[in-house]
């Protein structure tokens, strides 16, 4: 099972909701990996919705393209990273009209970034459909060096960029499309506890 | 919410203005234009935002609201400009019967409920005939930081063009005019199809004209929060009723052509308000007891809040008893 609920916490923190058709005349849909199964669970709401459907698609290893494939999307792309896909989402985006739903599922990282990049498109973020699936490791950015490290699984964790140990908090910078991480033993350095698995 | 302190209790604050000039446009809009008494400049305002004129009509205190029409930078006058009403209340009649200029009067500071959200790509104005007030500042604003924005203004016909004549010639690209005896509709579909990603919709008019705005955008896809509206309600004559006022000790009876906002200020009692058009929810009074049925005329209280709390400035209620906390 792809799905899993996230402890309430404080109010900073992203909730996710479970996508649903909605009228529109286009229909952008952003997802990587687990996300796959929550755009398929949509298209079993209406089917219809597809002809008029562009699924932008980073599979990180999941092997549902094909059935992604199979659903018949007016454009279908698949990609090796945001990053990867980045330039064709900011094509669509700058060509969009109002009308356009918008559909991010599958990590945080990917609904994170892709939500901001629709914000600057000039779309609310309220009207931004969102579900999470897949992997609950997260984006962080390290507050001390800026440095952006995708895919934390552990709290704490070593800055990518910097090496300083980061503790993980649910502190959100929407515009950043990252959770901060703070120094957890600056006041005591090496004195470092355990890593966790997020949610273990 | 900012954090910065609020120097002055917008609304209630009051400016003391002479009427500088009064402009007839044409046969039921007429503008007019305000200095301060005290030589001091007016503060800018955002456009969208409206001030309450009081109006002392005979010893009958009125109070309306009005938006501010003037350029926002222009801190030297303030303009309205009030359609007059013969089937209203008599605020809008007495401004165009009785005021003249050098009149000395009280206008509120400004408060914005109508603002222009600056994050959009695109602004997209709707008027409805005298809907395009606050419009008119806008497109000031919006011209000085070279804003993206096109006008669809609809009128009943060329002699009832309020600014039509101005706004088509400063701005021919920009202003669609149509005219109600021409058959000539704003083609709504057509207009929201289309429109880059990050447009917003600002809609001023008939209630008619606003509900449709919006349930055809949602129709069409388009997020709610992207189609800003702006409808004063004038509170609406009713049957008399008594009212029991638990905090000022007081029972009162509000009269069958004031509202019970109207009713509590002529008894002395201070009661909050900003637009008077149950629209902000600044006068939202709880209701204490209650034998009878409520006449809830506000946009603001949800369904399940209405009975447990009551807007005064439009709102009404028809039966035994009502003791409200005020």
């Known amino acids: 099972m792809s799905k899993f609920q996230f402890p309430e916490s404080i109010q900073s923190r992203p909730v996710y909701g479970t996508l649903e058709p909605r009228p529109g005349k286009y229909h952008l849909i952003i997802a990587d990996a687990e996300g796959a199964e929550a755009i398929l669970d949509l298209s079993e709401q209406d089917a219809t919705l597809m002809a008029n459907a562009h699924i932008i698609y980073i599979p990180k290893g999941s092997k549902l393209g094909d059935r992604l494939k199979a659903l018949r999307p007016a454009q279908y792309y698949e990609g090796p990273s945001y990053q990867a896909a980045a330039s064709r989402i900011e094509r669509v985006l700058a060509s969009a009209h109002m009308g356009t739903q918008i559909y991010l599922t599958g990590t945080e990282g990917l609904i994170g970034q892709a939500m901001r990049d629709c914000i600057n498109a000039g779309l609310p973020h309220t009207a931004i459909q969102t579900e999470h699936r897949g992997s609950v490791a997260r984006r962080m950015q390290c507050v001390h060096c800026k440095g952006i490290t995708e895919d934390v699984i552990t709290d704490p964790f070593e800055c990518s960029h910097c090496g300083l140990n980061l503790f993980v908090r649910d502190h959100y910078s929407r515009r950043l499309a990252a959770f901060q991480g703070v120094c957890i033993d600056a006041e005591d350095p090496g004195n470092v506890p355990e890593k966790v698995e997020l949610y273990k | ?326």
């Open chain 2, 1 to 326: 919410m900012s954090a910065a302190p609020q120097k002055v209790k917008a609304g209630a604050e009051k400016i003391d203005v002479t009427v500088s000039a009064v402009v007839q446009l044409n046969e039921l809009v007429t503008r007019f234009e305000f200095k301060r008494r005290d030589g001091k400049r007016f503060p800018t305002f955002s456009a969208g935002a409206h001030t309450v004129v009081y109006m002392n009509d005979g010893g009958t205190q009125r109070l309306n609201p009005y938006s501010l029409m003037s350029d926002p930078a222009d801190t030297e006058t303030y303009a309205i400009s009030v359609r007059r009403d013969d089937q209203g209340r008599g605020g809008s009649l007495f401004m165009h019967n009785n005021v003249k200029v050098g009149d000395k009067m009280e206008i509120t500071y400004p408060v914005n409920l109508f603002s222009l959200d600056l994050r959009a790509k695109k602004h997209v104005f709707l008027a409805g005939g005298i809907g395009i007030t606050p419009f008119m500042a806008m497109i000031a604003q919006l011209e000085r930081s070279n804003g993206h924005w096109e006008l669809h203004y609809s009128v009943r016909t060329k002699a009832l063009g309020t600014y039509v004549d101005q706004l088509t010639t400063t701005h021919p690209n920009k202003v669609n005019i149509y005219y109600d005896d021409q058959s000539q509709t704003i083609d709504l579909g057509k207009l929201l199809d289309g429109q880059p990603l990050g447009t917003k919709v600002y809609v001023c008019g008939p209630k008619g004209m606003i509900e449709w705005v919006h349930k055809s955008a949602a129709a069409a896809g388009w997020p709610d929060t992207s189609i800003h509206s702006e409808e004063f309600t004038a509170p609406q004559p009713g049957k008399a009723f008594e009212v029991r006022l638990c905090k000022s000790n007081k029972t009162i009876t509000v009269g069958e052509n004031e509202s019970l906002l109207e009713a509590m200020e002529r008894e002395g009692v201070d009661a909050p308000f900003l637009c008077r058009g149950g629209a902000c929810g600044q006068c939202e009074t709880d209701v204490i007891k209650s034998d009878g049925e409520f006449i809830h005329r506000d946009h603001w209280l949800e369904p399940e809040e209405q009975g447990k709390k009551i807007m005064p400035c439009v709102s009404r209620f028809i039966g035994n008893s009502l003791e409200i906390d005020r």
